[in-house]
């Protein structure tokens, strides 16, 4: 009963046991050939990069959309202002932020986020171009008004929002702004009609 059991066991370690038949070199190049699991380890090179630039390209999309809905709120509601609605209604600095905040849907926090500045110029020459950014780039809203003017006034409306970036790949994100935000900004400059 042992010899047979001696026999079995020599033959299940010949199995394992390297032939001697076959050299060394041709086991590489076999062991090399091999592509169980490849697939899963190419995956695991691409998929960290492969991640990382469609989260970029989906933030990077959505900041441009939220750019143009902001676009489109400003254009709508500077119309208020430049046809005379906004002047015969009585409208302040609040009730035309919630003229504002009626055309801007899901995508913003309109009643902390958003910030309004009508102002009245002389000439369109005058109208200035500078973000109200400090140093340190936080957004200075200290001298942000409400002048919609009156019938034929030169008149800029910006509305600004302070968009949060989430990604940012080896230094090139979307923030322009300190806390890591973007800001966005709309800008309408128009001649009032003469209502």
Avoid: H
Avoid at 17 to 32: C, E, K
Avoid at 88 to 96: C, I, M, P, R, T
Avoid at 108 to 123: E, H, L, S, T
Avoid at 143 to 162: E, L
Wanted: charged share 20%; proline share 4%.
């Amino acid at each position: 009963m042992f010899q047979n059991i001696k026999t079995k066991l020599s033959a299940v370690v010949a199995c394992f046991a390297p032939r001697q038949d076959r050299p060394r070199s041709r086991r590489v190049r076999q062991f090399l050939k091999r592509q169980d699991g490849a697939a899963a380890v190419e995956f695991g090179f691409v998929a960290a990069p492969f991640l990382a630039l469609m989260f970029a390209i989906m933030e990077t999309s959505l900041v441009f959309f939220a750019g143009q809905s902001l676009e489109s709120a400003t254009a709508d509601s500077a119309r208020l202002i430049m046809t005379g609605q906004a002047q015969s209604g009585a409208f302040d600095k609040v009730k035309f932020k919630d003229a504002v905040c009626a055309r801007i849907f899901a995508l913003f926090d309109c009643a902390n986020g958003v910030y309004i500045d009508v102002r009245k110029y002389d000439d369109f020459s005058s109208i200035g171009s500078a973000l109200p950014l400090d140093a340190n780039g936080n957004l200075q809203v200290n001298d942000f008004g409400y002048a919609p003017g009156g019938p034929n006034d030169i008149i800029v409306v910006r509305i600004m929002y302070q968009w949060p970036v989430y990604v940012s790949l080896l230094g090139l994100n979307l923030a322009d702004m300190a806390g890591n935000k973007r800001l966005l900004v709309a800008t309408a400059a128009f001649r009032n009609e003469p209502y």
